[in-house]
């Protein structure tokens, strides 16, 4: 038994069970021709096979060797089969992939991650995989992905449940040998430690002899799977070779090397073991390949040995593979049962802002911006749509989120409400026309800057403090007047530092003493209010914490002796998710606290900037172009502090272009704002290479936080001192 | 498994949590069963159930009020299996009480007297050889909700032990091949 490896750093090359070593030299310093002659002088006698067990080595043999019969692992045809994600395999095992999608950009990855409710991996299609729960997560791990080991990248959901593999081996298309192993105990990177060793279901063998007759299998294979706490497999990988715990199997009755050589049929009646264990084992290194030191690092000192000491990250780079050609299936997939589809519409094809931009001219002064108000008008009609059926419905628009005056007045006509979370709020809603005895003041800081009397439709506090305070305020000689007292519910699942979260009946009986006096000495009915941003849970976790926090309407309506007259719904909806904005709000009042099915209950809808992101644009013009082809970025003169959530989320952007508005493609440029910060970068990965000097742009969806939350950086005056 | 471990077994009820019927275990048992609605899916609900609820001596009866007053929540696995019990029939997912005999191992036993005995808790379901254990049957498989573990039944290893033999509550005892 020989030993094959590619640095001397690989510990198994120093064991003394082995009759020889071969050392080739790292990926990244191997010549292909030379490698080739060596490889194949190795196998040249015919009683000697190599059995590769690294991924990458397996694609460059089946790249450089074919099909050769002692060259024991899967063939081109078999592992363009196996590509990330292996839809081929999944359908010939009959086990589902977990979501993915192949679509990688930001506005994909974002709504990717927003409908992935346990969160997502960024996955390599060679190698690697890492665990992401934000678009700048996802984006940095494929870029990471991308440059360490070549090939694309997708996004696949994280599926919660207990990991489980298939280890096999078929020689020529027959399969000769599985079994089934469950983890037990993982490493902290996730690899095996102990499992549960099993004989593979009949059905799930005879569906991999199948697959294996029908691609030609030669060699080990390793097919790894999550088994969810209902009992169902999920296929997550297919490795060409064997797996790292193949040793394991062994030690449990079951020799898939050895009968990868002796061509060995799986015995009838085998008694495995239940499982098997690892334990750590100095050995001394051996005398011919020695041991070296720590390299060092070019500035932090000692660098310690990478994981992959045999360079395989570099092979990946060297562009010694082709692609897979095997067909890749969909883009994206979502599985059949899914209760709520993902929403399809992308964000420019939602607003089609870009076409009710005014021409521009050469006395603009710019950065400016645009209101759309006739966005406004659509989403609102749009949300009313949707809305339809539902009795006792009131829309209100958040004035923190969009303060600026046109499209105030506009809210205000279309007869919204206001939500104010402050009393200078309040007073600008109703001076853009809002009727203050409809407004609702959330927050924590609602009854600020102080007032001698307030006139408001609806409060929701959120805390027991806050309830106590205003009942002090109102003995100290506050007026209020209010026809809904509220509390905010806090979600459980949600870490924040708003609203009220029960833990024994202390509290709950608390607060219902509290309810109770504002109640009386307001005359006021009750009402109960869950916060929380769509945008950030996205739709499936809102519908959950929803659910949840308001399921203590009930044991306060118990105490309170009637059902909440209002149930308030806020929290920023993505722009996207208007359409299963119904379907969740009727999820939520049918599985909520019971007293929220009443046909009395007024429902009050705060969805943020759903109703006003697409309502403004800010045009900008070019100040320079840097740079040339994919690489070039261009400066314009609208800046972070013009467009704040430029950092956060990518906003379309359009090109005024032949007498018309027209979206910018996608590309590898950036457009860079006028300030001198490092992070003022506007946009990323557009086609900006036929921009020029003086060309007008126009950032579309800004008319949300990125109005309300604009700062006047780089204009040489502070706030203050423009007001 | 010895008849004086099967009777001793068998003499032990099932462990229920009580409710007063009035409004302090009405919100008690919400409290309670709220702690595990931040894990959105009922396998993480039920893994949650020993996380939540430490493993340790059980003076029975217990109430929902009572469950719910300390900051610290200790069950015992009867405890632990009525919650389980509550979280599956919330979720709609079928399922039926039973009990396993376990063997631990020998110096474990001793452990578990002592404790229980310094709580005052009755301690009934140790025996010699053979310790009493609260599990359920969902579908096809055993769940053990003190472990919050899969188990495939008699002969299978939990980390308390070997299951010796296991029993949905009011069907017999299927017991393993070396017992």
């Known amino acids: ?723 | 498994m010895s008849e004086q471990d099967r009777q001793r077994i068998d003499s032990i009820g099932l462990s229920r949590i009580s409710h007063h019927g009035d409004l302090c275990c009405r919100e008690a048992r919400r409290f309670v069963l709220r702690r595990f609605e931040r894990w959105v899916d009922t396998g993480s609900r039920l893994a949650a159930i020993p996380l939540l609820v430490s493993w340790g001596p059980t003076r029975w009866p217990v109430s929902w009020c009572r469950l719910a007053e300390p900051d610290k929540w200790v069950g015992d696995c009867g405890v632990h299996a009525d919650l389980a019990g509550e979280l599956l029939t919330l979720a709609g997912v079928p399922y039926a009480r039973g009990r396993a005999a376990i063997k631990p191992p020998a110096y474990a036993v001793p452990h578990w007297r002592s404790t229980w005995s310094a709580s005052d808790a009755n301690d009934v379901w140790i025996g010699d050889d053979v310790v009493h254990h609260e599990v359920l049957r969902i579908g096809e498989r055993w769940w053990d909700p003190t472990e919050a573990r899969w188990f495939a039944g008699p002969g299978a290893h939990v980390l308390a032990g070997c299951v010796a033999a296991v029993r949905v509550e009011g069907a017999d005892w299927q017991l393993s091949e070396a017992d």
């Open chain 1, 1 to 723: 038994m020989v030993g094959l490896d590619y640095s001397a750093a690989s510990s198994a090359l120093h064991t003394s069970i082995l009759d020889d070593v071969v050392l080739l030299p790292g990926w990244d310093e191997i010549h292909p021709g030379t490698w080739m002659e060596q490889v194949a002088d190795l196998i040249a006698d015919p009683n000697t096979f190599l059995i590769p067990t690294l991924d990458l080595e397996v694609r460059v043999l089946a790249e450089f060797f074919g099909v050769h019969e002692r060259v024991l692992a899967p063939n081109k045809r078999v592992l363009d089969t196996v590509a990330k994600p292996p839809v081929t395999v999944a359908d010939a095992l009959g086990l589902p992939l977990p979501e993915f999608s192949t679509d990688t950009d930001w506005g994909a990855a974002e709504r990717f991650i927003r409908h992935s409710p346990y969160g997502a991996w960024a996955k390599g299609q060679h190698y690697e995989a890492f665990r992401v729960r934000s678009v700048e997560e996802a984006l940095a791990a494929g870029r990471f992905i991308k440059r360490e080991w070549g090939g694309d990248w997708h996004l696949e959901a994280h599926v919660p449940g207990q990991e489980c593999g298939i280890a096999f081996v078929a020689r020529n298309g027959a399969l000769l040998d599985a079994v089934l192993m469950t983890k037990v105990i993982l490493t902290p990177e996730g690899k095996t430690w102990s499992g549960e060793v099993a004989e593979l279901p009949d059905v799930l063998w005879e569906k991999l002899r199948h697959y294996a007759a029908d691609v030609g299998w030669n060699g080990g294979g390793e097919i790894e799977m999550i088994r969810t706490w209902d009992g169902d497999l999920k296929l997550m990988e297919v490795n060409p070779r064997f797996p790292a715990w193949i040793h394991g199997a062994s030690t449990c009755g079951a020799n898939l090397p050895a009968a990868l050589l002796a061509e060995q049929v799986r015995p009838e009646r085998r008694r495995l073991t239940s499982g098997f264990t690892r334990v750590v084992e100095e050995i001394a290194v051996s005398p011919v390949l020695g041991i070296s030191s720590y390299p060092w690092g070019p500035s932090d000192g000692i660098n310690p040995a990478t994981k992959h000491p045999s360079g395989m990250r570099t092979l990946g780079r060297r562009e010694l593979l082709s692609e897979p050609t095997a067909v890749h299936g969909p883009a994206s997939a979502i599985p059949s049962n899914r209760t709520h589809p993902q929403p399809s519409e992308s964000t420019e094809s939602l607003t089609g802002y870009e076409t009710l931009l005014d021409t521009p001219s050469e006395s603009w002064a710019t950065p400016s911006r645009q209101i759309l108000v006739t966005l406004l008008d659509e989403r609102v009609a749009e949300l009313r749509a949707q809305l339809d059926g539902l009795p006792h419905t009131v829309l209100a628009h958040s004035i923190k989120t969009c303060p600026h005056p046109e499209l105030l007045s506009r809210a205000a006509g279309l007869g919204l409400v206001a939500e104010a979370i402050t009393l200078d709020e309040l007073d600008v809603a109703i001076t853009h026309g809002f009727d203050p005895g409809c407004a609702i003041l959330n927050g924590p800081a609602k009854w600020w800057p102080s007032r001698s009397s307030v006139r408001c439709g609806a409060f929701f506090a959120d805390s027991v403090e806050e309830l106590a305070q205003l009942v002090r305020s109102l003995d100290a000689g506050f007026r209020l007047t209010a026809d809904i007292v509220g509390i905010r519910v806090a979600a459980p699942g949600v870490a924040s530092r708003f609203g009220l979260s029960f833990e024994r009946s202390a509290d709950l009986a608390e607060t219902a003493a509290l309810l109770t006096e504002l109640r009386v000495r307001l005359g006021a009915r009750w009402g109960i209010h869950f916060h929380q941003a769509e945008s950030v849970l996205g739709p499936d976790r809102w519908r959950h914490e929803a659910t949840s926090a308001l399921g203590f309407a009930d044991p306060l309506a118990d105490r309170l002796g009637d059902p909440p007259a209002v149930v308030d719904f806020g929290g920023g909806w993505h722009v996207d998710d208007l359409s299963v904005l119904r379907s969740s709000l009727d999820r939520v009042l049918a599985t909520g606290g019971d007293c929220l099915r009443t046909r009395q209950l007024e429902i009050v809808l705060e969805p943020g900037k759903l109703l006003t992101q697409s309502a403004a644009a800010v045009v900008t013009r070019v100040l320079l172009a840097k740079g040339h082809g994919i690489g070039r970025e261009v400066i314009v003169d609208a800046a972070l502090g013009d467009i704040p959530e430029a950092r956060y989320r990518a906003h379309p952007v359009a090109q005024f272009i032949h007498g018309e508005w027209r979206p910018v493609s996608r590309g590898a440029g950036r457009i860079l704002g006028r300030s001198c910060m490092e992070s003022d970068i506007l946009a990323e990965e557009l086609d900006v290479s036929s921009l020029a000097e003086g060309d007008f742009l126009a950032f579309g969806m800004c008319g949300a936080y990125d109005l309300s939350m604009s700062y006047p950086f780089g204009r040489g005056l502070a706030a203050e001192a423009l007001a």
